[in-house]
């Protein structure tokens, strides 16, 4: 059964990159078919889509976001990464990686808290 | 504003059945499969609806319908357990982008 597991630092400082990791266990990230996914959620807020990868390297943003955001995998290490630039108290969020189709998502992670602050 | 338009609350009693829906237009639900995903305090969502499937493990009294430009779930029997925060989503063609709707806050009475 596949898992997705986020990790990376919890505290950002404005101005800095934001960067997280996926981590794909119990299946292949390189199954053809699905799109490796980052999603956020504010607090007290809804759900926003960061943006996608195929597992050929194919990326897909969220328009609001494309400017500072990167997306990247890493298929000998299963894994799958977020970078996030210029972080300001806007990018305080729980982050959460998924697994998609493409218009859904099927398998989430646990998400983790990221706090942006000097 | 979402894309999508989903109800700020519904709220049902035990054993009752309740539609939750979800409304876009021609660019999203109109033309993609759609998502829904429960969310209990805050916790990670987890996917109740997988385009046309119900993924395992998920109790086969929920099911999913999509109309037009609405898509609805659907809740045969409601649970205590049922009560959290409902998301849908989909892909939308003019924003090039996954949307999701606003959520709904399920409450059992």
């Known amino acids: 059964q596949v898992q997705l597991r986020e990790s990376g630092p919890g505290l950002v400082k404005p101005s800095q990159t934001l960067s997280l990791t996926c981590t794909v266990s119990g299946g292949s990230i390189s199954s053809g078919g699905y799109y490796w996914t980052w999603i956020r959620q504010h607090p007290e807020k809804g759900l926003e889509w960061i943006g996608y990868?195929?597992?050929?390297?194919?990326?897909y943003y969220n328009p609001s976001l494309k400017s500072r955001v990167t997306i990247s995998v890493d298929t000998s290490k299963s894994h799958f990464s977020l970078r996030l630039s210029s972080v300001t108290a806007a990018d305080t969020a729980v982050y959460y990686c998924?697994?998609?189709?493409?218009?859904?998502?099927?398998?989430w992670g646990q998400g983790t808290v990221v706090t942006v602050s000097s | 504003q979402s894309a999508l338009t989903q109800e700020a609350s519904v709220s049902g009693t035990v054993g009752q059945k309740v539609t939750l829906s979800c409304t876009g237009n021609?660019?999203?639900?109109?033309?993609?499969?759609v998502g829904w995903y429960q969310q209990i305090s805050h916790g990670a969502p987890k996917t109740v609806m997988f385009?046309?499937s119900l993924p395992s493990g998920i109790p086969d009294r929920f099911s999913g319908s999509k109309s037009g430009t609405t898509a609805s779930l659907i809740i045969s029997g409601l649970q205590p357990e049922d009560e959290a925060d409902y998301y849908c989503s989909t892909w939308d063609y003019s924003l090039s982008a996954v949307v999701f709707g606003g959520g709904t806050k399920l409450t059992v009475l």
């Open positions: 385009g046309n």
């Open positions: 021609s660019n999203n639900i109109g033309s993609y499969a």
């Open positions: 990868i195929y597992y050929s390297g194919s990326t």
């Open positions: 998924a697994r998609s189709d493409s218009s859904a998502f099927d398998i």
